[in-house]
């Protein structure tokens, strides 16, 4: 399908924890669901067969898709790494717990141990949890998977790009070596990553066939597609799109791996399976970098091309099969609504998750939201989104906008744009975000306006000067020694 015919196609289609007791029940109790959670990186919404890529065989994804559910407006909290990975794992804007941007290697700052994970919410209903990827949300060893919930732990620590002390040299390619993680231990480093997907599916399968008399959350973050690019021999020059394509081929040879896992142990049907992305694609980096498809600009802009992501479900005899929600969600919303249907308690701190549960089933249409925020920037509102109606405000925001864009591994040069006035856009009748309304709707602006300002007396705005009242501060090194 031609990326432009999208929207025509998608109708149709640490002692600092808190501590809880481990609930013992039957292995592989039906009210306590296998959770995997497949999360890509740097991804662009339209790298997916069917959310339009016509370029890139993605037979396991789109397949995932027949059999659950197709999500076309499902949002990462912010436009970059740390900072969606925090919410994903904790159902809390990033803004309120303090985690902004990418982490750089040797932060002092991390996921404050104090906060709860996804992980440690289903170990306190008896789960076993592993994570096989990238973690990115904070290296020092207090603040790594092992602390936050994490039985097990192979991956590297964060974005494949990064290397600790000193700035990059050259060509992106000229790295120091990466290190690789097997629980609190660095194993080897890493120069060349080509084998690293493939890993990193071994060992989730074989998580899988480990504990498959018990219940399980399998969190798979792949480093890939986040430039540096790596692939195997296998995919290597099987796609339509390149180096970025071939790799997204391999990764959704992962999916089928792991989905092929669940069916030989007789596991699909009490198995939730989310696929979805971080972030939208790194633009600058050009035939290395993926595709928003119909969507506004892409990583590190609350645009929709930053923010809204491929995601699939599929929990069979749960959840539809082959059917469509464009209601919005966002990763937020996971904790409390898989919590939900493990019959786990939430965290005793406030998140900001809903449990979307009913809306995915069919039960109800609405979201259980009034609005979501989208931050990006430290502590930046940009936009809210209330309905069918996206409201920005004045802030500076990159572009690849009349630039050339890079290629081959090295990224080309941003332009920044100044928005000097409030825009607003109806993603229902333009999602593409190409026709500015602000003048056509004044009670939509006021309505958005004072949903945004509650907003930031909760979480804070730099750009307005406010401070939150409702914030809880990040982990520091000096606090976990």
């Not at 497949?38 to 997916?48: P, R, S």
């Not at 595709?291 to 959840?319: D, F, H, N, Q």
């Not at 929600?325 to 019959?343: C, H």
């Not at 430290?378 to 572009?399: C, D, I, Q």
């Amino acid at each position: 399908m031609h990326r432009s015919m999208v929207w025509l196609f998608l109708p149709l289609v640490l002692s600092l924890k808190a501590c809880h007791s481990v609930v013992e029940a039957p292995p592989q109790d039906p009210q306590r669901p296998n959770i995997v959670l497949i999360f890509t990186d740097d991804q662009g919404y339209g790298d997916v067969g069917v959310f339009g890529a016509a370029d890139i065989p993605t037979p396991n994804l789109d397949g995932l898709a027949a059999e659950g559910l197709l999500l076309t407006q499902f949002y990462a909290s912010q436009p970059v790494c740390s900072a969606s990975r925090a919410s994903l794992l904790t159902g809390c804007y990033a803004n309120r717990i303090g985690i902004h941007n990418a982490l750089m290697p040797d932060s002092p700052v991390g996921l404050n141990p104090r906060e709860e994970t996804l992980a440690e919410v289903l170990k306190a209903r008896g789960y076993r949890t592993g994570i096989f990827g990238k973690w990115h949300l904070g290296d020092h060893p207090a603040f790594m998977p092992t602390q936050q919930g994490f039985d097990t732990f192979f991956g590297i620590p964060y974005s494949n790009d990064m290397w600790p002390l000193h700035p990059q040299q050259g060509p992106v390619f000229d790295f120091d070596p990466l290190p690789l993680y097997e629980q609190q231990t660095v194993i080897d480093t890493l120069e060349d990553q080509t084998f690293l997907t493939r890993e990193i599916t071994r060992r989730s399968v074989a998580f899988i066939e480990e504990n498959k008399e018990t219940p399980f959350f399998l969190y798979v973050p792949h480093p890939q597609p986040h430039v540096p690019l790596f692939v195997s021999d296998r995919f290597r020059g099987k796609s339509g799109r390149g180096l970025y394509g071939d790799v997204i081929m391999e990764l959704d040879w992962s999916v089928g791996e792991i989905l092929g896992a669940l069916k030989k142990h007789g596991l699909e049907d009490n198995t939730w399976v989310i696929f979805t992305s971080d972030n939208g694609p790194w633009l600058s980096y050009g035939n290395h970098a993926g595709s928003a498809g119909p969507l506004r600009e892409g990583k590190g802009t609350a645009w929709e091309g930053g923010v809204r992501e491929p995601t699939i479900m599929r929990y069979p005899g749960k959840l539809p099969a082959g059917e469509v929600r464009d209601t919005p969600f966002m990763a937020i919303d996971l904790l409390p609504t898989i919590a939900g249907q493990a019959g786990a308690p939430l965290p005793e701190q406030p998140i900001d998750g809903k449990d979307i549960w009913p809306v995915l089933t069919g039960r109800e249409q609405a979201s259980p939201h009034e609005a979501y925020f989208y931050y990006y920037r430290v502590n930046e509102l940009h936009a809210v989104r209330s309905g069918p109606w996206k409201l920005y405000f004045p802030h500076r925001y990159r572009s690849m906008e009349g630039q050339p864009p890079g290629s081959d591994g090295l990224p080309g040069e941003y332009v920044y744009f100044e928005l000097q006035a409030p825009e607003l856009y109806n993603l229902q009748e333009d999602p593409s975000e190409t026709r500015e309304v602000s003048g056509l709707h004044p009670d939509v602006m006021d309505r958005l306006t004072r949903l945004a300002d509650s907003a930031r007396l909760r979480f804070g705005d730099a750009l307005t000067g406010v401070e939150g009242t409702q914030t809880r501060p990040p982990g520091r090194v000096e606090e976990s020694q």
